[in-house]
T-cell receptor
Framework: DGGITQSPKYLFRKEGQNVTLSCEQNLNHDAMYWYRQDPGQGLRLIYYSQIVNDFQKGDIAEGYSVSREKKESFPLTVTSAQKNPTAFYLC????????????FGEGSWLTVV | AQSVAQPEDQVNVAEGNPLTVKCTYSVSGNPYLFWYVQYPNRGLQFLLKYITGDNLVKGSYGFEAEFNKSQTSFHLKKPSALVSDSALYFCAVRPNTGKLIFGQGTTLQVKP
């Protein structure tokens, strides 16, 4: 089946740890995105990538890092510099970054313990 | 600043009645307009979009949306609500240049 797979669904992070959220898509989409969702605040863009080996910061990139070494994969690392990382993280992709519909994965919950 | 507003945090409707979830935007040019639905603990599912053409757009699960350029609105509608329509709905707008902008979301509660 075609789609966007995020893993793990639930992740717990200790203070000072870096954690990486996986996002894989088999839709052959060029563009990929990471969003953060907090209750009552809608979605905020963290990073996006229009093509392999290229990515740009979104609105809230501080404390996060990404890589795009393969077209299918766009992992997000939540670093220890992110002071309030507890949130629901959504990965998305679209055929290109020029107005096409964006499709979402099922999301990953990150909780700081 | 470009923005999307969903003025109602929650909409309550009885099953079988028509529903409307409101969305207005402040974006220059001719943006693309989208509606997504999110069920608890899940990702967003695409419902419908408006790019150009007929102001009434039909989408998944019997939903439709009406684009009104003069009022810069894109309200989501359904003629007869189902209990299973209860979810969080997001309006999103994509300017001609720039990234997708999401509204804050509206919780739809359909009661039997």
């Amino acid at each position: 089946d075609g789609g966007i797979t995020q893993s793990p669904k639930y992740l717990f992070r200790k203070e000072g740890q870096n954690v990486t959220l996986s996002c894989e898509q088999n839709l052959n989409h060029d563009a990929m995105y990471w969003y953060r969702q907090d209750p009552g605040q809608g979605l905020r863009l963290i990073y996006y990538s229009q093509i392999v080996n290229d990515f740009q910061k979104g609105d809230i990139a501080e404390g996060y890092s990404v890589s795009r070494e393969k077209k299918e994969s766009f992992p997000l690392t939540v670093t220890s510099a992110q002071k309030n990382p507890t949130a629901f993280y959504l990965c998305a992709s679209s055929p290109s970054d020029t107005g096409n519909t964006i499709y979402f994965g099922e999301g990953s919950w990150l909780t700081v313990v | 600043a470009q923005s999307v507003a969903q003025p109602e945090d929650q909409v309550n409707v009885a099953e079988g009645n028509p529903l409307t979830v409101k969305c207005t935007y402040s974006v220059s040019g001719n943006p693309y307009l989208f509606w997504y639905v999110q069920y608890p603990n899940r990702g967003l599912q695409f419902l419908l979009k408006y790019i150009t053409g007929d102001n009434l757009v039909k989408g998944s699960y019997g939903f439709e949306a009406e684009f009104n350029k003069s009022q810069t609105s894109f309200h989501l509608k359904k003629p007869s609500a189902l209990v299973s329509d209860s979810a969080l709905y997001f309006c999103a707008v994509r300017p001609n240049t720039g990234k997708l902008i999401f509204g804050q979301g509206t919780t739809l509660q359909v009661k039997p």
